[in-house]
């Protein structure tokens, strides 16, 4: 399976960005699916993630409201449809895939369970 990350850039505070994740090789519809973050000098962090079907998404709370995960099975793609960005939004952005498919709140924001990564697209926010 190989994940291929775009749609980041430069934009100012309080724009929006959507970034895209397509994949090829594997079941992708059968995949659950999740990005992450990491800023200059800190941990990669989980931002969100969605479920096989759509049915189930997971963000953490500092994103709630903002951003919004989707997917396209028929095109094998991720979305995150990123609104009123904020600085600390700064980041290289990782989509990743989970080939067991079934996350839940406390599964989908571990490292561990995602079996494949993309390289990363950056974002940048300015105030």
């Known amino acids: 399976v190989q994940l291929q990350a775009s749609g980041g850039g430069l934009v100012q505070a309080g724009g929006s960005l959507r970034l895209s994740c397509a994949a090829s090789?594997?079941?992708?519809?059968?995949?659950?699916m999740g990005w992450f973050r990491q800023a200059p000098g800190k941990e990669r962090e989980f931002v969100t993630a969605?479920?096989?079907?759509?049915?189930?998404?997971y963000y953490t709370d500092s994103v709630k409201g903002r951003f919004t995960i989707s997917r396209d099975n028929a095109k094998k793609t991720v979305y995150l449809q990123m609104n009123s960005l904020k600085p600390e939004d700064t980041a290289v952005y990782f989509c990743?895939?989970?080939?067991?498919?079934?996350?839940?709140?406390?599964?989908?924001?571990?490292?561990?369970?995602?079996?494949?990564w993309g390289q990363g697209t950056q974002v940048t926010v300015s105030s």
């Open positions: 990743a895939a989970d080939t067991y498919g079934v996350i839940d709140r406390k599964s989908a924001r571990s490292d561990y369970e995602y079996d494949y």
């Open positions: 969605i479920s096989w079907n759509g049915g189930s998404t």
């Open positions: 090789g594997g079941t992708f519809s059968s995949y659950a």
